[in-house]
């Protein structure tokens, strides 16, 4: 079917192929992932190709080392850039590729990238409005706090980007631990390739795989869902671009802007208030979901 194998799992129960938003719900009706597929607007395809060559030329010209063509996600170079903390560092910075900035500060200031970031952000806002102002204002509280921290795109919740560079961009079965673990990570998929050929999106734990046309948007926990995609047949082609947040930029947030150790050493009494809560987090992360019937009822007559 494509260049590199790939055969669904007999673990993989359904199908799913949307042209419409698609809510996927839990058995308490709360909305937890969204295949939210893509604007209808005679210019968006238009604009995801430009983005889909922009971004393609870029990653030829940057002409990546072997080293980066294979990590624990995939087979394929991928550069991240936005906002970072773990690791051991004290504050969070924006994470640092000194050999490849120039090209990210093209990539950013690109108008349809910059379009597709803002698509997904308001998606986001739409379908979890709750979950995403508890984005909102981390966010807005982080960057009143270290100002200096440049943002990827000025119109998007999210503190941190992917850029995967094809041709054919599939993933191995993962997890992004380090995301938000209730969050969203948005992921948009671009390239002249026929998605009910390849390029599907397999939800693991869900059973699912999922049609992932270009220009499609799909909004998923990817730190708690184990999630991957196939190869795009042979001559397709198929990059992707995703957003993100950390988990540990909140935790910062939450700490009074500081470390674990050094929250337990200043402020011993916060420290145990945020540890007890942390056994109760789950269900923090769970009240900030929809549900179908509160985005009905908020939807204008």
Same mark, same amino acid.
């Given at each position: 079917?494509?260049?590199?194998?790939?055969?669904?799992?007999?673990?993989?129960?359904?199908?799913?192929?949307?042209?419409?938003?698609?809510?996927?719900?839990?058995?308490?009706?709360?909305?937890?992932?969204?295949?939210?597929?893509?604007?209808?607007?005679?210019?968006?395809?238009?604009?995801? %190709?430009?983005?889909?060559?922009?971004?393609?030329?870029?990653? #030829?010209? /940057? &002409?990546? +080392?072997?080293?980066?063509? @294979?990590?624990?996600?995939?087979?394929?170079?991928?550069?991240?850039?936005?906002?970072?903390?773990?690791?051991?560092?004290?504050?969070?910075?924006?994470?640092?590729?000194?050999?490849?900035?120039?090209?990210?500060?093209?990539?950013?200031?690109?108008?349809?990238?910059?379009?597709?970031?803002?698509?997904?952000?308001?998606?986001?806002?739409?379908?979890?409005?709750?979950?995403?102002?508890?984005?909102?204002?981390?966010?807005?509280?982080?960057?009143?706090?270290?100002?200096?921290?440049?943002?990827?795109?000025?119109?998007?919740?999210?503190?941190?980007?992917?850029?995967?560079?094809?041709?054919?961009?599939?993933?191995?079965?993962?997890? %992004?631990?380090?995301?938000?673990?209730?969050?969203?990570?948005? #992921?948009? /998929? &671009?390239? +002249?390739?026929?998605?009910? @050929?390849?390029?599907?999106?397999?939800?693991?734990?869900?059973?699912?795989?999922?049609?992932?046309?270009?220009?499609?948007?799909?909004?998923?926990?990817?730190?708690?869902?184990?999630?991957?995609?196939?190869?795009?047949?042979?001559?397709?082609?198929?990059?992707?671009?995703?957003?993100?947040?950390?988990?540990?930029?909140?935790?910062?947030?939450?700490?009074?802007?500081?470390?674990?150790?050094?929250?337990?050493?200043?402020?011993?009494?916060?420290?145990?208030?945020?540890?007890?809560?942390?056994?109760?987090?789950?269900?923090?992360?769970?009240?900030?979901?929809?549900?179908?019937?509160?985005?009905?009822?908020?939807?204008?007559?």
């Amino acid at each position: 079917m494509a260049s590199a194998s790939f055969i669904f799992p007999q673990s993989i129960r359904g199908l799913i192929s949307y042209s419409d938003a698609r809510p996927l719900v839990d058995a308490q009706g709360r909305i937890f992932a969204v295949l939210v597929g893509q604007p209808r607007d005679p210019g968006w395809a238009e604009a995801v %190709d430009r983005a889909y060559r922009d971004i393609t030329a870029e990653g #030829i010209a /940057a &002409a990546f +080392p072997t080293t980066m063509l @294979k990590h624990r996600r995939g087979l394929y170079a991928a550069v991240n850039i936005g906002l970072s903390y773990g690791k051991g560092q004290c504050v969070p910075s924006r994470l640092l590729n000194p050999k490849y900035d120039a090209m990210l500060d093209r990539l950013l200031g690109n108008a349809a990238i910059n379009r597709m970031a803002t698509f997904a952000s308001a998606a986001f806002c739409l379908w979890a409005p709750r979950l995403y102002k508890y984005y909102w204002d981390h966010k807005e509280a982080l960057h009143r706090h270290l100002p200096h921290l440049r943002t990827n795109f000025p119109r998007s919740v999210f503190s941190c980007a992917a850029f995967n560079f094809g041709p054919n961009v599939w993933t191995f079965r993962h997890r %992004d631990v380090q995301n938000v673990p209730f969050g969203w990570c948005a #992921i948009q /998929a &671009a390239g +002249p390739f026929d998605p009910k @050929k390849g390029g599907h999106l397999v939800l693991w734990d869900l059973k699912l795989a999922v049609e992932f046309p270009p220009g499609a948007l799909i909004l998923v926990p990817s730190a708690t869902v184990s999630h991957s995609n196939i190869p795009v047949q042979d001559g397709d082609c198929r990059i992707s671009f995703t957003q993100f947040t950390a988990g540990g930029l909140m935790r910062f947030v939450d700490n009074g802007f500081r470390t674990e150790s050094q929250l337990a050493a200043e402020d011993p009494d916060e420290y145990e208030r945020l540890a007890k809560l942390k056994e109760t987090r789950w269900e923090m992360g769970l009240a900030l979901l929809s549900t179908v019937d509160e985005l009905l009822e908020r939807a204008p007559d």
